[in-house]
């Protein structure tokens, strides 16, 4: 694994067990819906969603503007779909470094939380810099499957066990 994955690793983990409680909200991190991945996607009781972004610079950032997914055989900006309400979570925020936050130009509707990552004590902090504004009001559980959701997870978890164990018996 290189170390800027390791890092955003360390940084989604780190964030998600500091703010959300896994006994009360649905916690997944590296996740695909649909046709994208969400760094961390959290649902709540009411079955809000929040999706969250880490970005590591500048042009990580600048180049999730430019993601597109196919939808009906036609392309589509993922933050003009978010832009417009057509958009499956109800939330979308970023996670950046602090000492970019100065320079960047993120849309309004948009969440922002930085990081400081201090060098010297290796203590990080996360402070929310703006919320998000809400997508739109229906419930994740309206817009996907909450069985076919548990079969993936079952599938994702029966996957990481089995490379597990072929790493651990080399077969």
Request: charged share 25%; glycine share 4%.
């Amino acid at each position: 694994m290189n170390s800027t994955k390791k890092t955003a690793d360390e940084l989604i983990h780190r964030f998600a067990s500091e703010y959300f409680d896994p006994s009360e909200d649905i916690v997944l991190t590296n996740h695909y819906v649909w046709s994208w991945e969400a760094d961390l996607l959290v649902i709540d009781n009411g079955g809000l969603s929040h999706e969250y972004e880490f970005k590591t610079s500048r042009a990580d950032l600048r180049n999730d503007f430019k993601k597109a997914y196919e939808n009906g055989g036609r392309f589509h900006l993922k933050h003009d779909k978010i832009s417009t309400g057509d958009y499956s979570c109800n939330f979308f925020s970023f996670v950046i470094p602090d000492e970019i936050y100065e320079f960047i130009d993120v849309p309004d509707h948009l969440g922002i939380v930085t990081f400081y990552h201090h060098p010297d004590t290796w203590q990080l902090q996360f402070r929310r810099r703006r919320s998000a504004a809400q997508i739109h009001s229906d419930s994740f559980w309206k817009l996907h499957d909450q069985r076919q959701l548990l079969k993936n997870l079952s599938n994702k978890v029966l996957h990481l066990k089995r490379n597990a164990l072929a790493d651990k018996y080399s077969f």
